[in-house]
């Protein structure tokens, strides 16, 4: 069980720094904000594995609240960065608006 354990924290680890790489190489806010979404996942999937290696269940709370704040930030990313692409059913916007 330690090797697996000890294996699992590794391809975390490896999955965290490349996550990080990402975050700081960019090259759009995009990029950065979903390598931010999956720098949370894998914090998430940490956590888990932990709670199950210890047999504790407090963390079972901060695993959901986490994975709310992470749906919500994933709406907000792309509400705000993505560009808004007019309808074919909503009236032109042009410059008398």
Do not use: K
């Not at 975390?12 to 999956?38: E, K, Q, Y």
């Not at 290696?53 to 705000?80: I, K, N």
């Not at 074919?88 to 608006?97: I, L, M, R, T």
């Amino acid at each position: 069980m330690t090797a697996v354990l000890g294996a699992v924290a590794a391809v975390l680890f490896l999955a965290a720094v490349c996550t990080l790489v990402r975050i700081v190489r960019g090259p759009s806010m995009l990029d950065r904000a979903m390598a931010l979404d999956v720098l949370l996942a894998v914090i998430m999937a940490g956590l888990g594995v932990s709670a199950v290696a210890e047999g504790d269940t407090w963390v079972m709370p901060t695993l959901l609240a986490l994975s709310l704040l992470a749906f919500v930030g994933s709406v907000a990313v792309a509400r705000f960065l993505v560009p808004h692409a007019a309808r074919p059913d909503e009236p032109d916007q042009g410059a008398d608006a």
